[in-house]
Structures are given as C-alpha cells and as structure tokens.
C-alpha cells in the first residue's frame, strides 16, 4: 500500500517539473509530499529489509496493473474486437452496479 500511495503522491512534484503550466486545482507546498516521499521510502526500504519476499510480492501485485494500463489506457489504436469487449463489459458492469443514468427524469 504505501508503495502505491508513495507513487501517487510522488506524481504531484513530478508533474510540477514536467507540466509547470498545467492548472492545479489544488495549490499545495512542495514541503508536504517530500516529506511524505522520503517517509514512504523509509517504511518501505525498512520492511523489504526485513522481509523481502513479502515485500516483493506486495510489489509484483501492484505491477499487475502495467499492462492493464498499456492494454485499456495508452494503447489508442486497439482492434474493433478488443474496443467492443471493452463497450460490453462496460455497459454490463454498468447495469450489474446500476451505475446507468435512468432515461426518464425522476419528479
């Protein structure tokens, strides 16, 4: 867990230096994440120390979602088959949680 959150919060400083003209919605000091970064990296250096392998499994299930990413994010020119698996899934996701916007309005 705190590899994911160290990652996520290490993106704040990363996309001030990459796109410094991006609007941010949030103003937040710089002070807050790499104190936050650098205590993410002791308690994660300290258990892969102590227990690597565990460690290492926890990192391996977080990895996971690289080719989830690369498969359903970045990849913007997918076959027709693998955009309509997507749109099926979707939609039944959709109607299994009844997340679907109702077509009639509500009085």
């Known amino acids: 867990t705190w590899v994911s959150i160290g990652l996520a919060v290490f993106c704040l400083p990363w996309l ?5 003209e991006w609007e941010r ?3 937040v000091s710089l002070v ?11 308690i994660t250096i300290v258990p892969m120390i ?10 391996a299930i ?3 979602g690289i080719p989830v990413y690369f498969i359903f994010i970045a990849w913007k020119d997918k076959p027709q088959f693998i955009k309509s698996i997507i749109h ?3 939609l039944f996701l ?3 949680i009844v997340v679907v916007p109702s077509d009639t309005k509500m009085n």
């Not at 001030?16 to 410094?20: L, N």
């Not at 970064?37 to 002791?42: G, N, P, Q, Y």
């Not at 102590?50 to 990192?59: D, Q, V, W």
Request: aromatic letters at 10%; hydrophobic letters at 45%; one cysteine or more.
């Open 16 to 20: 001030r230096w990459k796109h410094p």
């Open 25 to 27: 919605p949030i103003k």
């Open 32 to 42: 807050f994440p790499v104190i936050y970064i650098i205590a993410t990296i002791f």
């Open 50 to 59: 102590a227990s690597p392998i565990e460690t290492g499994i926890g990192i």
């Open 62 to 64: 977080i990895a996971t």
């Open 88 to 90: 099926c899934t979707t």
């Open 94 to 96: 959709q109607k299994l």
